[in-house]
């Protein structure tokens, strides 16, 4: 339980990472040397504060493995975000759960309950529902962005629950160094202006390094597959600031297949707790 609050308020925490990004308006890479610079320099506060004994640059496999594929769905999704509508990424990257569970189960040997595969397929059918709305348009390549964002989170979630016993927030901070050296290459990092930097500093400073912090924590208590479907929540939720407070509606593709998305994770997360339930009776 203590896993799935964690993960869930990460992922609301998170939902705004579409809005702040739509407010800021700058080039991705811009965006990416702060938000990689400053998730690092949280994070490292935060474990200094928390665990002043733990190793703060892990140089093994398994942490360097979770820090690149954080480091690849982290500029892939400002990117696709530039180049797509909200509502289509989220959508789309909500779909990692099918990669997860593959994942979970080819390499750690952790197959998902007959329900969660059922999930995961009607999943994919709005996830394909999405992708056929925007095939011969501009955003499809932003949507194929969020397509290996997805991969990447699914993979970072199996590889941190493979090491479930060990707390792997620090290699949050070596994948934040990464992006924001790839950026300092690529962008202009002082290309803000205004507002922009109050939006930046609100984003990178608190809301990613916060929403990844307890993301981080979710597969050590539950499993990847698991974690997979609470991501689902920003789906739901994210569009929805968007379309709050800058009027971005969503095509009907994205809503219709954000829909069958949003209402199968509702009744895969109630059939859940209904098993836990009578499983702890």
């Known amino acids: 339980m203590k ?5 869930a308020l990460g992922v609301l925490i998170l939902s705004f990472d579409g809005l702040l990004i739509r407010l800021i ?5 811009d965006l990416l040397f ?18 002043p004994n733990l190793n703060l640059l892990p140089r093994d496999a398994a942490a360097l493995r979770s820090s690149f594929f954080l480091c690849i769905s982290t500029i892939t999704f400002v990117v696709a975000i530039s180049l797509s509508s909200v509502a289509n990424v989220l959508v789309i990257i909500s779909s990692q759960p099918l990669f997860a569970a593959v994942l979970g189960w080819l390499v750690l040997r952790e197959m998902p309950a007959p329900a969660t595969w059922v999930a995961i397929v009607i999943c994919i059918f709005g996830i394909g529902w999405v992708l056929a709305g925007s095939w011969s348009t501009p955003s499809l390549v932003g949507d194929l962005m969020a397509l290996v964002c997805c991969l ?13 016993h060990r707390d792997m927030t620090p290699s949050l901070i070596l994948a934040g160094l990464a992006v924001a050296l790839i950026s300092w290459v690529m962008g202009d990092p002082m ?6 930097w109050g939006y930046m500093i609100t984003l990178c400073l608190f809301v990613n390094p916060i929403a990844f912090f307890m993301i981080t924590l979710g597969p050590m208590r539950i499993p990847a597959a698991e974690v997979g479907m609470l991501m689902l929540l920003e789906t739901a939720v994210g569009p929805l600031w968007v379309w709050l407070v800058l009027s971005e509606e969503p095509g009907s593709a994205a809503l ?15 059939y859940q707790w209904q098993q836990r339930r009578l499983a702890s009776a």
């Open 25 to 29: 308006s700058v080039e991705a890479f």
């Open 3 to 7: 896993g799935i609050c964690l993960t």
């Open 256 to 270: 219709q297949g954000g829909s069958l998305v949003i209402a199968t994770l509702l009744l895969h997360s109630l």
């Open 34 to 51: 702060w938000r990689g610079l400053l998730m690092s320099f949280m994070v490292l506060v935060i474990l200094m504060l928390r665990k």
């Open 191 to 196: 290309a803000f202006s205004g507002s922009q």
């Open 152 to 164: 990447s989170l699914a993979a970072k979630f199996v590889n941190d629950r493979a090491v479930s």
